[in-house]
C-alpha cells in the first residue's frame, strides 16, 4: 500500500538545523509532489513547502524562504525536510504528505506518521 | 498573504447534519480540499476538488461551493466524527489551510 513513513522525533538547541525524512513506498516516488506541514501544539495546520521529486524544483512558504531546503534521494525514494536557525516557535509536528495524484486539486493523501521536533535549549 | 477563515467551532447532536464554511477572496476560481484532524494522529483527506469524496470515505461527509465560500457538510454525524476540520486551497503556486474548525458531537 502507499505509505510515506518519517523519521523519528528530534530535539535541538535554538539556532541549530533539524533534516526529517520521509520514505516513500507503494507508488513510484517520482510521479507524485511531496508536500511538508507543520503543526504546533494547540494551532493549525501551517504549509511549509512542495517538491517534485523527479525535477527536484521547489517552492517554499514566504515564512521559511531562506531557511529551509526540499531535497530528495531518488535512488532510496526519499524526501527530506532541513529547517536551519531553528527557534522555539518552530517546535511542532512536522508531516510529509503526497500529493493526491488526479490532477489539479487533488489535495494531500496519504501522510505520513509526523516527526515532532522540539526546540529547547 | 492569502487567507482562508473557519469558525473556531460548531457543535452538533449525534444523528444531526452539520455544516463548515470556509471562506476567502476569490475562493470560487481555486480547488478547495478538506482535511479531518484527530489528536495525535495525521491529517486525513475527505472531500478533494470542491466535492470530490476519496475512496474509504463514509458518504456522509460532502463538499459545496457558492460564490467565495466553500462548506463541508456531515450528514448524520457519529461520535468519531468529533476532530478539527480544515479546509486548504492553493493560491499563486502556494498552500493554504483555514484556521480549523472543531467539532464538537454532543
Known amino acids: 500500500q502507499v505509505q510515506l513513513v518519517q523519521s523519528g522525533a528530534e530535539v535541538k538547541k535554538p539556532g541549530a538545523s533539524v533534516k526529517v525524512s520521509c520514505k516513500a513506498s507503494g507508488y513510484t516516488f517520482t510521479s507524485y509532489d511531496i508536500n511538508w506541514v507543520r503543526q504546533a501544539t494547540g494551532r493549525g495546520l501551517e504549509w511549509v513547502g512542495w517538491?517534485?521529486?523527479?525535477?527536484?524544483?521547489?517552492a517554499y512558504a514566504q515564512k521559511f524562504q531562506g531557511r529551509v531546503t526540499m531535497t530528495r534521494d531518488t535512488s532510496i525514494s526519499t524526501a527530506y525536510m532541513e529547517l536551519s536557525s531553528l527557534k522555539s516557535e518552530d517546535t511542532a509536528v512536522y508531516y510529509c504528505a503526497r500529493d493526491g495524484g488526479y490532477g489539479p486539486g487533488s489535495g494531500f493523501d496519504p501522510w505520513g506518521q509526523g516527526t515532532l521536533v522540539t526546540v529547547s535549549s | 498573504s492569502y487567507e482562508l477563515t473557519q469558525p473556531p467551532s460548531v457543535s452538533v447532536s449525534p444523528g444531526q447534519t452539520v455544516s463548515i464554511s470556509c471562506s476567502g477572496d476569490k475562493l470560487g476560481n481555486k480547488y478547495v480540499c478538506w482535511y479531518q484532524k484527530k489528536p495525535g494522529q495525521s491529517p486525513v483527506v475527505v472531500i478533494s476538488?470542491?466535492?470530490r469524496r476519496p475512496s474509504g470515505i463514509p458518504e456522509r461527509f460532502s463538499g459545496s461551493k457558492s460564490g467565495n465560500t466553500a462548506t463541508l457538510t456531515i450528514s448524520g454525524t457519529q461520535a468519531m466524527d468529533e476532530a478539527d476540520y480544515y479546509c486548504?486551497?492553493?493560491?499563486?503556486?502556494?498552500?493554504?489551510f483555514g484556521g480549523g474548525t472543531k467539532l464538537t458531537v454532543l
Open positions: 517538491m517534485n521529486p523527479n525535477s527536484g524544483h521547489t
Open positions: 476538488q470542491n466535492t
Open positions: 486548504q486551497a492553493w493560491d499563486s503556486g502556494t498552500v493554504v
